[in-house]
């Protein structure tokens, strides 16, 4: 089973500074990683994804995350953030379970934007 | 364009009274589909899982059960509430295929509060 681990659980940072949230996973074999946020009381939506191709994936909002395969990171940065950031943000990893395919999620890491 | 709905949105349920979450795809056929928990602090944690009309994988053993009457519906149900099972509960669809392996889509969530 894989495992993911999201450094922080919380990242304060001042409106209009760069972001860097940080995201390692424990495989070793070829995986897919995702980014979501979550918004107070709402459900996940999917930022940006990496299958294949480009190492440097761009996603919705500005966000944009590099995958590294010697280091097992895919962390997650946004060089000028706004207010509406404010959320929590989830790495998640693919892994198979039983024979389905599915994801292992992190515990999620607060950004916290302040004017 | 695929959506997906939840209900209830909030919920406030006593100890020991029944269950009954409610998740339904629309714009899509035959989605794999999932119930997560949310607590606080502890991520997302995959409770159920069915790629089919009564196909249901469990992957935490505890009193909630999960049933799948339609192709797009999926249930989540508990004769007897604890304290535990409050959280935030979201449901989440992937499309069938290889192309769409392991990207999820999330729903609204419900907000179980057990008194």
């Known amino acids: 089973a894989q495992s993911v681990t999201q450094l922080d659980s919380q990242v304060p940072v001042f409106e209009e500074a760069p972001v860097e949230l940080r995201c390692n996973y424990s495989?070793?074999?070829?995986?897919?990683l995702f980014w979501y946020v979550q918004y107070p009381n709402q459900g996940l939506q999917l930022l940006l994804k990496?299958?294949?191709?480009?190492?440097l994936v761009k996603g919705i909002n500005g966000f944009e995350a590099e995958f590294n395969k010697s280091q097992t990171s895919f962390h997650l940065r946004k060089p000028s953030v706004h207010i509406s950031d404010t959320a929590e943000y989830f790495c998640?990893?693919?892994?198979?379970?039983?024979?389905?395919?599915?994801?292992?999620f992190g515990k999620g890491t607060m950004l916290l934007v302040s004017p | 364009s695929q959506t997906i709905h939840q209900w209830p949105a909030t919920l406030v349920q006593p100890v020991g009274s029944p269950l009954s979450l409610e998740c339904t795809v629309e714009?899509?056929?035959?989605?794999?589909l999932y119930w997560y928990r949310q607590a606080a602090g502890r991520g997302l944690q995959l409770l159920f899982y069915?790629?089919?009309?009564?196909?249901i994988s469990s992957e935490v053993p505890q009193n909630l059960s999960a049933s799948r009457p339609q192709d797009r519906q999926f249930i989540l149900s508990s004769k007897k509430l604890l304290l535990s099972d409050s959280g935030f509960y979201l449901c989440?669809?992937?499309?069938?295929?290889?192309?769409?392996?392991?990207?999820?889509?999330f729903g609204p969530g419900t907000r179980l509060t057990v008194t």
């Open positions: 989440a669809w992937r499309g069938p295929g290889q192309e769409n392996l392991y990207e999820q889509y």
């Open positions: 495989s070793s074999v070829s995986v897919y």
């Open positions: 990496y299958l294949s191709g480009s190492t």
């Open positions: 998640a990893v693919s892994d198979q379970k039983r024979g389905y395919s599915t994801l292992t």
């Open positions: 714009g899509t056929s035959n989605p794999n």
């Open positions: 069915s790629v089919g009309i009564g196909q």
